[in-house]
């Protein structure tokens, strides 16, 4: 394992805990939460079109990458965002808090089932110390853990989606091909999935809140952060692996915290800070313990 994945972790932490902290101010300005994904995942398409095409060197997109992009883009990105937001009217913030607990254990097992990881009783270990803290986290912040059935069954479909798109971006990577192509191949197919679901709420009657003048600064922060997070979300994954890399969503999340605290003056329970120090505490041992097992 390279020495860099616990800085690329930690800066993919720090991207998510952005897009956290963004997404929560760009609500309070009317960005509806399809809107706020899907100007950040076109609003990235834009950048790093518009990189690729200044680099003399910059390779073409063909098909195998296009390919590649349109499935990792609905099933990484598309999907578990609307699966999320569909249910969020619908079920509590603890639901939807789990939501994101749940890829990492889920990438973990399939990853050893497939062969793409080995599974070893360290970084087990480990993998299961976040879990836990992720799930006392989901429950700290949120009086309640329920909702409808329905909304709820939906909404924990969302990991099965991420996790399974973690192993499809590993499985199936277009040999020779680098990070910033596939970040905008994914990008481009999660604004076009993205679109369609818009075009589809509106169809069915959904509206949508008029976004204040505010909210389209939060906007184009969001699609900045976005560019810059796509490449090194797929540098970790080429580095680290694919079960480092799911561990990114625990350390957004205790980032996160951090963020709200010291940037907005949110206040959290004692409960609140403890489940972070285990999720913290958890994948300090899952990634120390891979690398020694790896021999570095």
Same mark, same amino acid.
């Given at each position: 394992?390279?020495?860099?994945?616990?800085?690329?972790?930690?800066?993919?932490?720090?991207?998510?805990?952005?897009?956290?902290?963004?997404?929560?101010?760009?609500?309070?300005?009317?960005?509806?939460?399809?809107?706020?994904?899907?100007?950040? $995942?076109?609003?990235? /398409? &834009?950048? %790093?079109? #518009?990189?690729? *095409?200044?680099?003399? !060197?910059?390779?073409?997109? @063909? =098909?195998?990458?296009?390919?590649?992009?349109?499935?990792?883009?609905?099933?990484?990105?598309?999907?578990?965002?609307?699966?999320?937001?569909?249910?969020?009217?619908?079920?509590?913030?603890?639901?939807?808090?789990?939501?994101?607990?749940?890829?990492?254990?889920?990438?973990?097992?399939?990853?050893?089932?497939?062969?793409?990881?080995?599974?070893?009783?360290?970084?087990?270990?480990?993998?299961?110390?976040?879990?836990?803290?992720?799930?006392?986290?989901?429950?700290?912040?949120?009086?309640?853990?329920?909702?409808?059935?329905?909304?709820?069954?939906?909404?924990?479909?969302?990991?099965?989606?991420?996790?399974?798109?973690?192993?499809?971006?590993?499985?199936?990577?277009?040999?020779?091909?680098?990070?910033?192509?596939?970040?905008? $191949?994914?990008?481009? /197919? &999660?604004? %076009?999935? #993205?679109?369609? *679901?818009?075009?589809? !709420?509106?169809?069915?009657? @959904? =509206?949508?809140?008029?976004?204040?003048?505010?909210?389209?600064?939060?906007?184009?922060?969001?699609?900045?952060?976005?560019?810059?997070?796509?490449?090194?979300?797929?540098?970790?994954?080429?580095?680290?692996?694919?079960?480092?890399?799911?561990?990114?969503?625990?350390?957004?999340?205790?980032?996160?915290?951090?963020?709200?605290?010291?940037?907005?003056?949110?206040?959290?329970?004692?409960?609140?800070?403890?489940?972070?120090?285990?999720?913290?505490?958890?994948?300090?041992?899952?990634?120390?313990?891979?690398?020694?097992?790896?021999?570095?």
């Amino acid at each position: 394992m390279s020495r860099k994945v616990p800085i690329l972790l930690l800066l993919n932490g720090c991207v998510l805990a952005a897009h956290t902290l963004l997404a929560r101010q760009a609500s309070g300005h009317g960005v509806a939460p399809l809107i706020y994904a899907l100007v950040s $995942a076109a609003g990235a /398409a &834009a950048f %790093l079109g #518009l990189y690729r *095409a200044a680099r003399p !060197t910059g390779s073409g997109i @063909g =098909r195998t990458v296009a390919l590649y992009g349109l499935v990792a883009g609905l099933i990484s990105i598309a999907l578990p965002q609307v699966l999320i937001y569909s249910a969020s009217a619908y079920v509590s913030a603890g639901i939807a808090s789990l939501a994101y607990a749940f890829p990492t254990p889920l990438t973990y097992v399939l990853a050893a089932l497939f062969g793409i990881e080995r599974a070893s009783a360290g970084r087990t270990l480990g993998v299961g110390i976040a879990f836990a803290g992720a799930i006392g986290l989901a429950i700290s912040r949120s009086a309640a853990v329920s909702g409808d059935a329905l909304w709820v069954g939906l909404a924990m479909l969302a990991p099965v989606a991420i996790a399974f798109g973690n192993i499809y971006r590993s499985r199936f990577w277009p040999p020779g091909s680098q990070p910033l192509d596939l970040a905008f $191949a994914m990008s481009l /197919a &999660a604004s %076009l999935w #993205l679109t369609l *679901a818009l075009l589809a !709420t509106e169809a069915a009657g @959904g =509206r949508l809140p008029a976004i204040m003048p505010g909210g389209y600064a939060y906007l184009a922060a969001a699609a900045v952060v976005a560019a810059i997070g796509n490449v090194i979300y797929f540098e970790l994954q080429r580095s680290g692996g694919i079960v480092s890399f799911s561990q990114i969503g625990y350390v957004g999340a205790v980032l996160g915290l951090l963020g709200g605290a010291f940037l907005l003056g949110e206040r959290y329970a004692a409960s609140t800070w403890i489940a972070a120090l285990v999720i913290a505490a958890g994948v300090a041992v899952s990634e120390a313990l891979k690398r020694r097992a790896d021999g570095r």
